[in-house]
């Protein structure tokens, strides 16, 4: 029955001018995907202190889109494991100029709820601010981005709906008797060389194979196929306050570990400068432990040069329950952080005092554009 | 090899010190598969440069420190210290660990030194106050249970503690039975101002058996108090039957603990409990009689 009705929805989707479809049709085939949604007329109302089941997330992102249809866009990412669209939001300023990616993911982890919380408000401050604030609207002039709010959709419904701390997807193994795949330790980047588990019954199970899921499939050939315009991809988890740069499977460096750690400890200070909260960071093995398959360390491996781990409030607390009403405080203080690696990004590339610095052509080119623009 | 062993400070909230190589990984390899000492200096005599050591020869001085393990080492300490005060109203939690040294010997027994700062686990409102502990950490070989020795500042006023936590004893008396609660917090992280003595008192029995279940690989904490199967309150004491979900950090595994607890305030804390999931059976559970082993000196210092 579920993958005929998420066959339909994303038919839905897909009808000619359909990204203005019946949103009442969508409602209704919404409501029974998933019975927890609660119809919200419009965004003015749309609580970001709150979290939301998924179903309410597929509507925030038609009213995002219907909203600001002159920089947002939806597009259709993959399926999940139990056939329910994935989509991400493209966020971008029309121009003639050419642009490089920023990519931010949410919620490849179930139950860490803070982190789609933390997509949708990013969302929601860039497209109420890119107008009147000219850091943001600076941003967008050269860059676009990507946000997928919910990467492990069938995960954290099921986190609604059965067992509130599942982590994993939830694919099914050894005839139906084993569910989910650390979808974290399923890219292809030393797969399940260390950290992750073969067993199906763990919470680290690293799938059958890399790459073995379709949600997994479905970010990595996305990225790959735009990856010479990926600048930063950034993977929003919890908890644990840290900013983690690769690499979680070895204990080498990558090769612009210095920058990242000053872009990274800037990030961590721009962080504590709203709220107090302190935030370690550095890489993932000295900070954590050892782990495989990471999508962070894959981007960094297929050349992305910015590609952070966030892991949110709290300290082990409230640790993955994290209350509601810390939900504004945390996007707050997480907007400044990445706000702040935007900046250092955006200055590397586009920036006339760094020409040293600039090493594709179409960031020159961009500059040249520009210099022309002031006859 | 090895540069000569001196006092690494440990990362603060700023981050970790670039010219510290944290390589828990590599440590542990080298610890696995080395008889030989992986320090600078020959022979089983061990660093002499760090007196402040374990006496005996056979101990060598970790200079490559882990990270996790300091941290794993305060939060150990910390889960043994609350459990020790037996106060739910005093409870501490990590704030930030702030100077650490480990040793390793040929067993594979690991000492470790620290100092950190905590917090009031259930601060009010703008409450600031950090405490200071400096603790002892011995880890068996991958054994749980690790010995410990922690001294922590004054964090409230002896009297004032004992009176949160009787008036806290008097709320809990006077509690409807809690026993259809489902979860505290519930999935979206609330919990009733009336359960809050609950959750407490909940996690004054789990940091027992969190301090028993740490070692130098694994450590927990409490992430959900999934169901309250007793509550009795007509006796003095208050008679606490619960499980609890654990959250192991390095495997990600969620535990489930069935703990259950006896309380009164001027009374040693009374325990028992027994975890779910394929641990060796002397992990599994254990019983605590507040009042069998005694506080090791220098215990608490309120």
Known sequence: MKPLLGTLYLLGMLVPGGLGYDRSQAQRRQEVVDKTATPWSSLETYPYNRYHPMGEIYQWMSLIREKYPEVVTQHFLGMTYETRPMYYLKISQPSNSPKKIIWMDCGIHAREWIAPAFCQWFVREILQNYQDNSRIRRLLKNLDFYVLPVLNIDGYIYTWTTDRLWRKSRSSHNNGTCFGTDLNQNFNVSWCSIGASKNCSDSTFCGTEPVSEPETKAVSSFIESKKEDVLCFLTIHSYGQLILMPYGYTKNKPSNYKELIQVGQKAANALKAKHGTNYRVGSSIDILYATSGSSRDWARDIGIPFSYTFELRDNGTYGFVLPEAQIQATCEETMAAVLSILDDVYEKYWYSNSAGKVTSTTAVLSLLMSFRSLF | ?302
Not at chain 2, 16 to 30: D, Q, Y
Not at chain 2, 76 to 86: D, E, P, Q, S, V
Not at chain 2, 134 to 151: G, L, W, Y
């Open chain 2, 1 to 302: 090899m090895q540069p000569l062993p001196q006092a690494l400070p440990a990362p603060g909230p700023g981050g970790p010190r670039p010219a510290a190589p944290l390589l828990a990984l590599l440590l542990l390899l080298a610890l696995r598969g080395s008889a030989a000492a992986p320090a600078g200096s020959e022979g089983p005599q061990g660093s002499a440069a760090a007196p402040e050591g374990p006496q005996d020869s056979a101990w060598q001085r970790d200079s490559e420190l882990p990270h996790g393990l300091l941290q794993r080492a305060a939060r150990a300490a910390l889960h043994f210290f609350n459990f020790r005060a037996g106060s739910p109203s005093a409870l501490r939690g990590l704030a930030a660990v702030q100077q650490g040294r480990a040793w390793i010997n040929s067993k594979k027994e690991c000492q470790v030194d620290l100092e950190f700062t905590t917090e009031h686990y259930n601060p009010e409102e703008g409450e600031e106050r950090l405490g200071k502990c400096s603790a002892q950490v011995f880890f068996k070989n991958e054994k749980p249970r690790p010995t410990i020795n922690v001294t922590c500042t004054r964090f409230m006023e002896k009297s004032k503690r004992q009176q949160e936590d009787y008036l806290l004893y008097k709320h809990m008396k006077q509690l409807k039975d809690p026993l259809d609660v489902i979860s505290i917090p519930d999935s979206h992280g609330h919990i009733d101002p009336s359960l809050r003595p609950i959750w407490d008192l909940a996690f004054l029995g789990s940091s027992y058996v969190m301090w028993e279940k740490t070692t130098q690989f694994l450590h927990y904490y409490m992430a959900q108090l999934s169901s309250v199967k007793q509550w009795k309150t007509d006796e003095d004491a208050i008679d606490f039957d619960y499980t609890v979900l654990l959250h192991e950090f390095s495997t990600q595994e969620i535990i489930p603990c069935r703990i259950h607890l006896v309380w009164h305030p001027s009374k040693p804390l009374k325990v028992k409990y027994h975890c779910q999931g394929p641990q060796a059976p002397e992990e599994a559970s254990g019983i605590e009689e507040g009042s069998a082993a005694a506080p090791t000196t220098g215990l608490t210092n309120y």
